[in-house]
């Protein structure tokens, strides 16, 4: 015991002469407040494995009940098996809430662990490996479990569940469920529900080939038990296997509306036919239903009169996406002429090409919105949080402050912005600009060698960069908003080479010729941002240097997540040296997506992004682009964090393998959750590749799309 004693005192001296900083503050000397708002934000692992071995004091509060009652796995990308079964051992029975989503590079035997934290509460298996005996398991020894989210995968079978596992899913309030198979999966045992989040992800067929059918769930019980449900979500990945299921787990609710059913939201990619049993749904929810939050399918909405007759109770959550409403409609139907909607929080009228137009479906492109009907949505919902405009062309009309801009400038609440480029066009040239030079979109035709233009060694080119011009709309609406966290600014064209299930796209449409005015100087403008931290740039065919990317690099410091795609003229990558500058002051960078034709990622490029020390994940989209293998493995030498990437080129299967097989042996041993993806971007394989890739990567950096409004707030964690 004394030489343990003396132990913890070498270690308390230690600790002491590493924590005392200049002017001879020493960290311990914060109050107990200040230090476990700092330990908050240490991942789990390294607070109960490392900090509490520190010293005495921050041992003590390294166990304290508000740091050790919610453990966070998510993007723990360091925590090994042997880490997570350690936290466990050590704390297990203290926690109350664990979040595992996403955590695919652990075996379903460490997960099996999990069984030793009787009281939780709460607990994310999204994205784990975890067969039906193994569920059983971990699921019978947690008797106070109200919230669970877990996968349903090929192979699930309910008969194997345990009594005292149906036992736990009886009482089961909050099921978060993503389907991998047709299967009903746990529903039908969780009798308490008021919480059902469903997420379809099933292919069309299996990897022999075999076309997959919802007939496959008959025989299973067909019974969920929605009297108590409150919450109703379903998102569908494209294949008509996935129309085909949710169709079961809504004919259930079309014989009887729950009473107390407050929010019901089915996202779905295209047309998604209505039927007899939906019909009676829609009706039995718009007499008995008084809703909070509703999304449903276009093909629903379009030419019905059904928003007229639903009724709402402080809404925050609408989704009208794809949707054919004409401005009349959302003015008379969801904001009732102008009522208060002062609770509505999220609003998401992406793909709504008509929602700012009087009542005319024959809208073309180039004609301006109705500003009247834009001032009465921002007067009605005046506390905004999440807009998304996205996926269409809003253009305005000269007029002093009737511009989309200035009209959106009155939403001070705003922390996420999706806008079409487009939209954020100056009505009129202005006098103290030159007009921009047309670009060029498509790819020159003839024999001549394609540019590929990587990170010129000379003198930078902007060295009087253009600054966000004052009378710009754009740059006066970013000075409105400075608390933005998050901003997309979509070309209204704009289609990613790499779309869900299908083939890559080889052509794209060109942008929309307002947006040929939005250039270097509305990219600077971004950088008053000082709170942003997710920025997405796509279609913007009059970026000349890209300089109002370093301008961002520069002024906006939180930045973590940047997808930039289809910068200005297709044949030519012009923003790379204004792009090595940026990386260069992104400390706090975690995800960068770059989609661009003819992107030569070499040596000098990879050079610059080595100085993203918090880099994690990384994708790029180039179709007849180019990768050095070696300069690749260099970098991934030299950024440790990188656990994610993926590169979709024009380089040949050969090399891509090469590549791929290159960096899984030098790097996967250190990395458990490394993720490596290269492969040709137009290769008829890529389907089958993508297939492969963990949801968690495929859905928030692989695959390109507007992530504004997509969900309600808090929505599951």
């Known amino acids: 015991m004394a030489s343990s004693g003396e132990d913890m005192h070498s270690e308390d001296d230690a600790g002491t002469s590493a924590a005392t900083v200049a002017g001879?503050?020493?960290?311990?000397?914060?109050?107990?407040?200040?230090?476990?708002?700092?330990?908050?934000?240490?991942?789990?692992?390294?607070?109960?494995?490392?900090?509490?071995?520190?010293?005495?004091?921050?041992a003590a509060l390294s166990l304290d009940k508000s740091l050790i009652h919610t453990v966070l796995l998510q993007k723990d990308y360091q925590a090994s098996e042997d880490k997570v079964k350690q936290l466990v051992k050590a704390i297990g029975r203290e926690i109350q809430q664990l979040n595992m989503a996403?955590?695919?590079w652990l075996s379903g035997a460490t997960v099996e662990h999990v069984a030793r934290c009787r009281n939780l509460v709460k607990v994310n298996f999204s994205g784990c490996h975890l067969t039906s005996l193994r569920l059983s398991k971990v699921l019978s020894a947690l008797q106070h479990l109200r919230s669970l989210a877990i996968d349903v995968s090929p192979g699930f079978d309910a008969g194997q569940l345990s009594s005292e596992c149906k036992a736990t899913l009886s009482r089961v309030q909050e099921l978060r469920q993503t389907l991998f198979t047709p299967s009903y999966g746990v529903v039908p045992c969780c009798t308490s529900l008021q919480k059902l989040l469903l997420y379809f992800e099933i292919l069309d067929r299996t990897r022999e080939?075999?076309?997959?059918?919802?007939?496959?769930?008959?025989?299973?019980?067909?019974?969920?038990?929605?009297?108590?449900?409150?919450?109703?979500?379903?998102?569908?990945?494209?294949?008509?296997?996935?129309?085909?299921?949710?169709?079961?787990?809504?004919?259930?609710?079309?014989?009887?509306?729950?009473?107390?059913?407050?929010?019901?939201?089915?996202?779905?990619?295209?047309?998604?036919?209505?039927?007899?049993?939906?019909?009676?749904?829609l009706d039995s929810m718009a007499r008995n239903a008084c809703l909070d939050a509703l999304q449903l399918p276009k093909s629903w909405l379009n030419g019905s009169a059904l928003l007229q007759h639903m009724r709402f109770s402080?809404?925050?959550?609408?989704?009208?996406?794809?949707?054919?409403l004409s401005g009349g409609h959302l003015i008379?139907?969801?904001?009732?002429?102008?009522?208060?909607?002062?609770?509505?929080?999220?609003?998401?009228?992406?793909?709504?090409?008509?929602?700012?137009?009087?009542?005319?479906?024959?809208?073309?492109?180039?004609?301006?919105?109705d500003s009247s009907i834009l001032e009465t949505l921002v007067g009605a919902c005046c506390n905004l949080r999440h807009l998304n405009l996205s996926a269409a062309h809003h253009h305005s009309a000269e007029g002093l402050g009737?511009?989309?801009?200035?009209?959106?400038?009155?939403?001070?609440?705003?922390?996420?912005?999706?806008?079409?480029?487009?939209?954020?066009?100056?009505?009129?040239?202005?006098?103290?600009?030159?007009?921009?030079?047309?670009?060029?979109?498509?790819?020159?035709?003839?024999?001549?060698?394609?540019?590929?233009?990587?990170?010129?060694?000379?003198?930078?080119?902007?060295?009087?960069?253009?600054?966000?011009?004052?009378?710009?709309?754009?740059?006066?609406?970013?000075?409105?908003?400075?608390?933005?966290?998050?901003?997309?600014?979509?070309?209204?064209?704009?289609?990613?080479?790499?779309?869900?299930?299908?083939?890559?796209?080889?052509?794209?449409?060109?942008?929309?010729?307002?947006?040929?005015?939005?250039?270097?100087?509305?990219?600077?403008?971004?950088?008053q941002l000082a709170f942003l931290r997710h920025l997405t740039l796509a279609q913007l065919p009059s970026i000349l240097t890209g300089s109002g990317l370093v301008s961002i690099g520069l002024?906006?410091?939180?930045?973590?997540?940047?997808?930039?795609?289809?910068?200005?003229?297709?044949g030519k990558v012009v923003y790379m040296s204004a792009l090595s500058d940026m990386l260069k002051h992104c400390r706090r960078l975690k995800d960068l997506r770059l989609e661009q034709p003819y992107f030569s990622a070499?040596?000098?490029?990879?050079?610059?992004?080595?100085?993203?020390?918090?880099?994690?994940?990384?994708?790029?989209?180039?179709?007849?682009?180019?990768?050095?293998p070696d300069a690749v493995v260099a970098f991934m030498g030299r950024c440790l964090h990188v656990v994610v990437c993926h590169m979709f080129t024009g380089e040949s299967l050969a090399t891509c393998k090469s590549l791929q097989q290159s960096l899984l042996r030098s790097f996967q041993a250190e990395r458990p959750a490394l993720n490596v993806v290269i492969f040709p971007l137009l290769h008829e394989g890529l389907t089958d590749v993508i297939r492969d890739v963990p949801l968690v990567h495929l859905d928030e950096v692989t695959l390109f799309k507007s992530r504004v409004a997509e969900e309600p707030p808090n929505l599951w964690w």
């Open 24 to 58: 001879g503050i020493h960290l311990l000397d914060f109050s107990d407040e200040i230090l476990l708002h700092i330990l908050s934000h240490v991942p789990s692992t390294d607070l109960v494995l490392s900090v509490q071995r520190t010293c005495r004091k921050l």
């Open 102 to 104: 996403g955590c695919y």
């Open 209 to 281: 080939g075999a076309i997959l059918s919802g007939q496959l769930m008959v025989g299973q019980s067909n019974v969920p038990h929605y009297q108590n449900l409150r919450v109703f979500y379903a998102r569908l990945a494209p294949g008509y296997i996935n129309q085909e299921v949710v169709r079961l787990y809504l004919a259930v609710l079309s014989d009887r509306t729950p009473e107390n059913l407050h929010a019901f939201l089915i996202s779905v990619p295209g047309s998604f036919a209505e039927s007899g049993a939906t019909k009676n749904l």
């Open 314 to 324: 402080n809404p925050f959550y609408f989704s009208f996406s794809r949707c054919s």
């Open 332 to 369: 008379q139907r969801v904001i009732n002429g102008g009522r208060d909607l002062r609770s509505l929080a999220s609003l998401n009228l992406s793909g709504c090409v008509h929602c700012l137009s009087p009542d005319t479906l024959f809208r073309k492109a180039e004609d301006e919105i």
């Open 402 to 527: 009737r511009h989309l801009c200035q009209l959106l400038a009155r939403l001070r609440h705003l922390r996420s912005l999706a806008l079409p480029v487009c939209a954020v066009a100056d009505s009129a040239p202005r006098a103290d600009r030159a007009p921009a030079p047309p670009a060029m979109h498509a790819v020159p035709r003839g024999f001549g060698k394609k540019v590929r233009i990587g990170v010129p060694s000379g003198p930078s080119p902007f060295a009087g960069q253009p600054v966000p011009q004052p009378a710009s709309v754009f740059w006066s609406l970013l000075r409105s908003v400075p608390f933005l966290e998050r901003l997309e600014l979509i070309g209204s064209n704009f289609s990613s080479a790499m779309p869900r299930n299908e083939p890559a796209i080889r052509n794209s449409l060109p942008p929309c010729s307002r947006a040929q005015s939005v250039g270097d100087a509305e990219v600077a403008a971004i950088g």
């Open 555 to 570: 002024q906006c410091q939180q930045l973590q997540s940047l997808s930039l795609a289809n910068l200005g003229m297709m």
């Open 602 to 628: 070499n040596a000098q490029f990879f050079q610059a992004l080595s100085q993203c020390s918090c880099l994690q994940r990384l994708c790029l989209v180039s179709r007849s682009g180019t990768l050095q």
